[in-house]
């Protein structure tokens, strides 16, 4: 079982940064591929970036690519999505994921925290 727990939300300026946190508990998080997705009001959930259990795999959905890093900190179980050059458009809820192998669809995610708000103004 893995529990997840973002933080680092809030409101900040377009153009500003962000440092999103995900702390998971379970023995065996290490295991795990993460996942970070986000939903805008009215919205589905769409995919933001992925990366394997060990790092060597790492996707960015397009909207994001050069602007926003996921990274993890093994040894604290923390996975982080720094993001930068924040858009109005970035605005939404963020959540952490975790399953067995990248993926870029929610619905193939076991566990998720209960997220955490970006808004950009404008």
């Known amino acids: 079982q893995v529990q997840l727990a973002e933080s680092g939300g809030g409101l900040v300026q377009a153009g500003g940064s962000l440092r999103l946190s995900c702390a998971a508990s379970g023995r065996t998080f290490s295991a795990y591929a993460v996942g970070w997705f986000r939903q805008a009001p009215g919205k589905e959930r769409e995919f933001v970036a992925t990366?394997?259990?060990?790092?060597?795999?790492?996707y960015y959905a397009d909207s994001v690519k050069g602007r926003f890093t996921i990274s993890r900190d093994t040894a604290s179980n923390t996975v982080y999505l720094q993001m930068h050059s924040l858009k109005p458009e970035d605005t939404a809820v963020y959540y952490c994921?975790?399953?067995?192998?990248?993926?870029?669809?929610?619905?193939?995610?076991?566990?998720w925290g209960q997220g955490t708000q970006v808004t950009v103004s404008s």
């Open positions: 990366m394997s259990w060990r790092g060597h795999y790492i």
């Open positions: 994921a975790a399953r067995f192998g990248t993926s870029f669809r929610p619905d193939e995610y076991d566990y």
